[in-house]
């Protein structure tokens, strides 16, 4: 079966790898199931690179202590031909269950390794700081249209908007386009417009037509470019 033949591929160049490091979740399925989330990380020495893949999922079938999460995580590389002295560092989401003193999965595993190395993952308080409130997100979509108004409503116009920035010796010498569902990605979009912003309001300002006022008034406003620099500092820290 090719499934079964890609497990083994990646088995042999695991067990190729002098060292790895696993990456644990603990989630809950649509049907209210706990699953536990394993993903490994090692140096591929056949592809002289370092390879990430899911090692694998297995249901908590009773409950989602640390003792349980540990005997999954044990039982998994068993099954796969891991010793536990292979491990050499774990990341978790912080849950008490993952890193308890003394019964957490990791306390857990230092037990059969003590130089394992445990890293806190941010990925869930990112997600939660990239929640914003109506006002922000007005913002955001505000300036998402007008740089795509600027790059994307006419090549003509997108033409004359680089040889004003190369005429007035702009920072940079054109605005990136944002072409990504995820509005962190947008980061490097609101970095480039905010070092060239003062050339935008005055390009915006000289082509005194229907769809460009708004945006003129729009960065005219000191309290939406309060936002703006909001957004272009927090994006920096997240993407």
């Not at 989330?37 to 640390?66: A, H």
Request: aromatic share 6%.
């Amino acid at each position: 079966m090719l499934t079964e033949d890609v497990q083994a591929q990646l088995d042999e160049a695991i067990h190729k790898a002098p060292c790895v490091a696993l990456v644990v979740d603990e989630s809950t399925d649509v049907s209210d199931n706990a699953q536990l989330l394993v993903y490994i990380r090692f140096f591929n020495k056949d592809k002289k690179e370092f390879s990430e893949d899911l090692l694998g999922v297995t249901p908590l079938q009773t409950s989602t202590r640390g003792e349980d999460i540990y005997l999954a995580i044990k039982e998994m590389l068993m099954k796969r031909g891991i010793e536990p002295k292979q491990v050499v560092s774990i990341t978790t989401d912080g849950a008490p269950a993952m890193v308890g003193r003394e019964k957490g999965a990791v306390a857990r595993m230092k037990e059969d390794n003590p130089e394992l190395i445990s890293y806190h993952c941010i990925i869930h308080q990112s997600v939660l700081c990239s929640t914003l409130s109506d006002e922000y997100v007005e913002v955001m979509n505000t300036m998402m249209r007008m740089i795509n108004f600027l790059r994307a409503s006419s090549s003509h116009q997108h033409r004359m908007l680089r040889e004003f920035l190369k005429e007035a010796d702009a920072n940079a010498d054109d605005l990136l386009l944002h072409n990504n569902v995820r509005w962190l990605s947008k980061g490097r979009v609101l970095e480039r417009f905010w070092t060239i912003r003062r050339e935008i309001a005055a390009f915006l300002a000289q082509l005194k037509s229907q769809k460009a006022t708004p945006f003129a008034l729009f960065l005219e406003d000191d309290k939406k470019m309060d936002i703006v620099a909001f957004l272009v500092d927090i994006t920096s820290h997240l993407n």
